[in-house]
C-alpha cells in the first residue's frame, strides 16, 4: 500500500551558528512526509554542509555556487528559482538570520535563497535566530513586522536561553521538532472556522487589596491560549480577552489585555456582539475588594479580616443576552466534576461546559497537559483524555462546531 503523496516543501537555510539544527528540522521533515528541497545561503554552508542535508533529504541541495557551473548549468539555473517556487507549498527557513530578514522584508534579491523568496506565492515560515541583541534592534522588529504583516508570512519567534555568543537572552532557534510541528499545522490546516469570530477569555484575574497586594489564582492561561492559537489556525477572527499571563500571543490573535474582573468584564459585554462563538476559559475571581485603601496596609498584631463582594459573573450575564451565538463555560473542580459542570450549565445557560480536575499532578492549572470532559447542554458527555492542552484545544473546537451542525439540523 502507497501512502499519501509527499509535500513538496522549501528549507532554506541562512548562516547563522543554529544551521546545524536545520539537519535534525529536514529530517523531521522527511519523516513527517514532506519532499524537502534544500536552499544553502553561502554563508550557511560555512556552518553546515551541503552534503549533510543532501543525505538527509535524499535530494540535491541548491548551493548558489555558479562558480562550479558549466555555461548550460548557469542558464537553467537563471530560472530555477521561479521552477522551485511553483512547485513547493511552503517555504521555510531556518535560521533565518537577521541579513535575511532584512533582504526579505525590502524584496533585496541577491542570492538564490531571496530570489526564490520574492517567487514564492505559497506559505512562509520564517525562524529566526540571532544574538539578543540583533534580535532586539530596531531594523529588525522593523523588518519582522512588514514580514508578519505579508499574507500566508508565520513567523516562530526564537527561544530564550543560552546563546553561542555567550550572552543569555531570546535568540536561540526552537527545537526542530516544535518547528516540524508547527509545519505539520500550517500544511495540514482545516479552514473549518473561516467567517467565524470567537470571543476568548483566558488567564486568571487580579483584584488589588491595595496598591502593592492582590488576590488571584493559578491560572497560568495556556488552555485559553491553546484554543486561540487552534482557531486561529482554522480561520477564525479571534479576540483574546486575557487576564495577566505569561505567554506569547498566538499569531493572528487580537489581544485585549485586562487585569480585575471588572475590567475584563467590561471587555467581553464591549465586544460579545461581535462574536459568532464565545469561550471562557478564563479564571475569573468570585470577590473583589470594593473600598481599595489609596495607600499600603500596614501590619499590626492585630487579625485582620477582608470585606469582599461579589464580582460579576461575566458567563451568566452573556448566558442571559446571548442571542444564536454559542456560549462554551469553563468548569475548574477538585471534585464531582460533571455534576457541578452541569449545574454551571444550566445556571449560566451554556451550549457546553468544559470540565477539569484541577487539584490532580501534571494536568489543570499551570500545566502543559490537561484532562477534560465536555458537558453539553444536549447529547452525552464526552471524556478527553490526558493530552497536550493544544490537542485537546482542537478537539474542544471540532466539538464546539459539532454543535453549531446539531443546531442547524435541529432547524435553529
Ligand atoms: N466565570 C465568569 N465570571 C465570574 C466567575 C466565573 O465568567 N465572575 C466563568 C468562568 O470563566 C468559567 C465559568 O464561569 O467559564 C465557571 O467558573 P468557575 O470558577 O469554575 O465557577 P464559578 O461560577 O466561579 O463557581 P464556583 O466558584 O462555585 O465553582
Known amino acids: 500500500m502507497t501512502g499519501p503523496e509527499p509535500i513538496p516543501v522549501v528549507l532554506g537555510v541562512g548562516g547563522g551558528i543554529a544551521a546545524y539544527k536545520a539537519a535534525e528540522l529536514a529530517r523531521a521533515l522527511v519523516k513527517d512526509n514532506c519532499r524537502v528541497q534544500t536552499v544553502m545561503t553561502a554563508a550557511a554552508r560555512e ?20 562558480s562550479d557551473r558549466g555555461a548550460d548549468e548557469i542558464l537553467a539555473s537563471a530560472v530555477e528559482h521561479i521552477q522551485v517556487a511553483r512547485t513547493h507549498r511552503m517555504l521555510i527557513v ?20 531571496s530570489t526564490l523568496y520574492l517567487a514564492f506565492e505559497g506559505e512562509v515560515v520564517l525562524c529566526p535566530a540571532m544574538n539578543s541583541a540583533m534580535w532586539a534592534h530596531p ?3 522593523e523588518n519582522l513586522a512588514k514580514l508578519a504583516a505579508r499574507p500566508r508570512h508565520h513567523i516562530i519567534p526564537p527561544d530564550s536561553g543560552d546563546l553561542a555568543c555567550g550572552t543569555t537572552g531570546p535568540g536561540r532557534l526552537p527545537e526542530p521538532a516544535a518547528i516540524a510541528a508547527k509545519v ?8 473549518d472556522l473561516d467567517g467565524e469570530t470567537i470571543l476568548i477569555t483566558a488567564g486568571p484575574t487580579r483584584e488589588p487589596l491595595d496598591p502593592v497586594r492582590f488576590i488571584s489564582n493559578r491560572s497560568s492561561g495556556k488552555m485559553g491560549y491553546a484554543i486561540a492559537e487552534a482557531a486561529a489556525e482554522r480561520g477564525a477572527r479571534v479576540i483574546l480577552v486575557s487576564g495577566p499571563v505569561h505567554i506569547p500571543v498566538p499569531e493572528g490573535v487580537e489581544l485585549v489585555e485586562t487585569e480585575t474582573a471588572a475590567r475584563m468584564h467590561d471587555a467581553v459585554m464591549e465586544r460579545v456582539g461581535q ?33 469582599l463582594d461579589p464580582t460579576p459573573d461575566i458567563l451568566a450575564e452573556i448566558g442571559r443576552v446571548k442571542t444564536d451565538q454559542i456560549l462554551i ?18 445556571t449560566k445557560n451554556c451550549d457546553m461546559v468544559v470540565a477539569n480536575l484541577v487539584n490532580q499532578d501534571g494536568t489543570g492549572f499551570e500545566s502543559d497537559d490537561n484532562e477534560v470532559a465536555l458537558v453539553p447542554a444536549e447529547g452525552d458527555v464526552v471524556r478527553l483524555d490526558r493530552a497536550p492542552k493544544r490537542l485537546l484545544a482542537d478537539q474542544i473546537l471540532d466539538r464546539v462546531l459539532g454543535l453549531r451542525l446539531q443546531r442547524h439540523a435541529r432547524g435553529r
Do not use: C
Not at 531556518?94 to 535563497?113: E, M, R, S, V, Y
Not at 464565545?278 to 492585630?302: E, S
Open 47 to 66: 556552518f553546515i554542509t551541503p552534503l549533510t542535508l543532501a543525505a538527509l533529504t535524499s535530494n540535491k541541495v541548491i548551493t548558489d555556487l555558479f
Open 94 to 113: 531556518a535560521p533565518a538570520t537577521a541579513d535575511l530578514l532584512a533582504k526579505f522584508a525590502h524584496g533585496l534579491a541577491g542570492d538564490f535563497l
Open 139 to 141: 531594523a529588525t522588529i
Open 184 to 191: 505539520h499545522r500550517i500544511l495540514h490546516q482545516r479552514h
Open 275 to 307: 462574536a459568532s462563538i464565545i469561550i471562557k476559559a478564563a479564571a475569573v475571581a468570585d470577590y473583589y475588594v470594593a473600598a481599595v485603601p489609596n495607600q499600603k496596609v500596614k501590619k499590626t498584631a492585630m487579625r485582620l479580616s477582608l470585606e
Open 329 to 346: 463555560g469553563f468548569a475548574a473542580e477538585t471534585q464531582n466534576m460533571v455534576d457541578e459542570a452541569r449545574r454551571k450549565l444550566k
